[in-house]
């Protein structure tokens, strides 16, 4: 069983940054493959980013390549979302996911992980 709590969401100009904090709480963390999605409304959960076990490698969608970094501090059991030069187009609900079921690599398939947080919203103005 795994706990994932979001924060750091808010309000933000076009261009500007916002950091996302997902905190775990469980029995794994250090060996299980985290991952962020988003949800606009009327929209299907997409996929974000995700990042290995221990860090060493990262996916992203490519609508956020080269502006959001994903990143992990396994001795805080914390996830980090990085989000530069943010677009009106990322405004949606940001949610952190854990795949606890050993894999070479991510998915990006929402149905591949296992346990969810609640989301954390991000709106990005004009």
């Known amino acids: 069983q795994v706990q994932l709590v979001e924060s750091g969401g808010g309000l933000v100009q076009a261009g500007g940054s916002l950091r996302l904090s997902c905190a775990a709480s469980g029995r794994t963390f250090s060996t299980d493959i985290m991952g962020w999605f988003c949800q606009a409304p009327g929209k299907e959960r997409e996929f974000v980013a995700a990042i290995s076990a221990a860090g060493g490698r990262t996916y992203y969608a490519d609508s956020v390549k080269g502006r959001f970094t994903i990143s992990r501090d396994n001795a805080k059991n914390t996830v980090y979302l990085q989000m530069n030069s943010l677009k009106p187009e990322d405004t949606a609900i940001y949610y952190c996911?854990?795949?606890?079921?050993?894999?070479?690599?991510?998915?990006?398939?929402?149905?591949?992980?296992?346990?969810w947080g609640q989301g954390t919203q991000v709106t990005v103005s004009s």
């Open positions: 996911a854990v795949d606890r079921r050993w894999k070479v690599a991510a998915s990006t398939r929402p149905s591949e992980y296992d346990y």
